[in-house]
């Protein structure tokens, strides 16, 4: 497995469509934070929010879901994963060590991201500080959100095949199928609440605290399930499916 690992991280790393992937994707988010905390008007207070901006998150999920994809899409693509499923005859290994670099790259990028976008709010705004209730979970929360997306879009990628219907499924699942159900009735709070997306914005604090906000927020347990459930579920499915699935 950790020769597996090692061989596909080498072939992620050499390509230099990933150096500019993360490049840009990082020079996005935080130039939406800079944005943000400089149109605040002045006097306001400090919320998390200002420096996890919804604008510039967006940019990460989309990016780290299609980048997810990508993995896979460009072995059937060019059908090299016929070469590769020679070389690694034990299919869920392969799906299971490119998860892992996918998991890794972008939880170093999400860090790195999540880490300056904070700092920049804080360059900006005053009263920034790390002792602000919250705030350590929605650093987390932001760390985490780019390694789960990029998981979903590897396991939608084994699931799906086709390019353009992965990365359409992506982005509608993980950016706009939640605002498909709003939060004033049972039914479509209860299945926004079980989304990926709703569970970021509860944890990073996105329309202010949960006391402010009522039911528009799901649960932090609730949220911290969805981080799990979505990613967990879907290679679960990824790896029973390619390992029955002719290449």
Not at 27 to 49: N, Q, R
Not at 57 to 85: D, K, N, Q
Not at 130 to 157: F, N
Request: net charge positive; proline share 4%.
């Amino acid at each position: 497995m950790r020769d597996v690992i090692a061989a596909e991280w080498l072939k992620t790393r050499s390509l230099r469509s990933t150096r500019w992937t993360v490049g840009l994707t990082a020079l996005g988010v935080t130039g939406a934070t800079a944005v943000s905390a400089y149109t605040k008007d002045p006097g306001a207070e400090f919320e998390l929010s200002d420096a996890f901006p919804l604008a510039g998150f967006y940019v990460l999920i989309v990016v780290a879901v299609s980048s997810g994809a990508s993995t896979m899409l460009g072995e059937y693509s060019s059908g090299l994963i016929r070469a590769t499923s020679v070389a690694v005859p034990a299919r869920a290994q392969l799906v299971l060590a490119k998860a892992v670099v996918a998991a890794a790259l972008w939880a170093v990028a999400g860090a790195v991201m999540a880490g300056t976008s904070f700092a920049v709010a804080a360059l900006i705004l005053d009263d920034v500080t790390l002792s602000r209730p919250g705030t350590g979970t929605a650093l987390l929360a932001a760390v985490l959100i780019g390694p789960v997306c990029a998981l979903i879009g590897l396991s939608l990628a084994v699931l799906v095949r086709h390019s353009g219907a992965v990365y359409v499924c992506g982005i509608l699942l993980l950016a706009l199928a939640p605002q498909l159900f709003p939060t004033s009735h049972t039914l479509p709070r209860a299945i926004n609440h079980a989304m990926l997306f709703p569970a970021w914005q509860r944890l990073t604090q996105a329309y202010g605290t949960p006391e402010a906000v009522g039911d528009v927020y799901t649960t932090a347990t609730q949220a911290w399930l969805a981080y799990v459930m979505w990613p967990l579920t879907l290679l679960v499915a990824a790896v029973f499916v390619h390992r029955r699935r002719d290449v």
